[in-house]
């Protein structure tokens, strides 16, 4: 068992050795942040179709990010763009803008679960 004299010594310790390093982790997070957003205004440049559907880009940059955990930026966008073609095309068909009511004679049977 430690004595009280001891386990200070050890948490002044770690607390040093956080200090120390917090400057070269937080420079590299303000370097992290500023490549992220050069490379977010050059893509926005280079692809403005996409400026006004910030949401479906998100989505499949976020995608392609989960599966392919590794990848530099300028790949995963390179990846993304055909995606983010893909599914505008499939937003732009759907026409949001009529309703369609549902015939109230028609009886639907969702599954086989007997559920109407």
Same mark, same amino acid.
């Given at each position: 068992?430690?004595?009280?004299?001891?386990?200070?010594? *050890?948490?002044?310790?770690?607390?040093?050795?956080?200090?120390?390093?917090?400057?070269?982790? #937080?420079?590299?997070?303000?370097?992290?942040?500023?490549?992220?957003?050069?490379?977010?205004?050059?893509?926005?440049?280079?692809?403005?179709?996409?400026?006004?559907? =910030?949401?479906?880009?998100?989505?499949? *940059?976020?995608?392609?990010?989960?599966?392919?955990?590794?990848?530099?930026?300028?790949?995963?966008?390179?990846?993304?763009?055909?995606?983010?073609?893909?599914?505008?095309? *499939? #937003?732009?068909?759907?026409?949001?803008?009529?309703?369609?009511?549902?015939?109230?004679?028609?009886?639907?049977? =969702?599954?086989?679960?007997?559920?109407?």
């Amino acid at each position: 068992m430690i004595t009280d004299e001891e386990r200070n010594s *050890i948490i002044k310790e770690v607390i040093e050795q956080i200090l120390l390093k917090m400057p070269k982790v #937080i420079g590299n997070l303000m370097s992290h942040h500023a490549n992220m957003a050069k490379v977010r205004t050059e893509f926005k440049e280079k692809f403005p179709e996409f400026n006004n559907h =910030s949401e479906t880009v998100a989505r499949v *940059i976020e995608k392609i990010e989960g599966e392919h955990v590794g990848l530099s930026s300028g790949d995963i966008l390179n990846r993304a763009v055909p995606e983010i073609r893909k599914q505008l095309r *499939i #937003i732009e068909k759907v026409d949001l803008t009529k309703a369609v009511k549902p015939d109230e004679n028609t009886l639907i049977v =969702s599954s086989n679960n007997g559920a109407l």
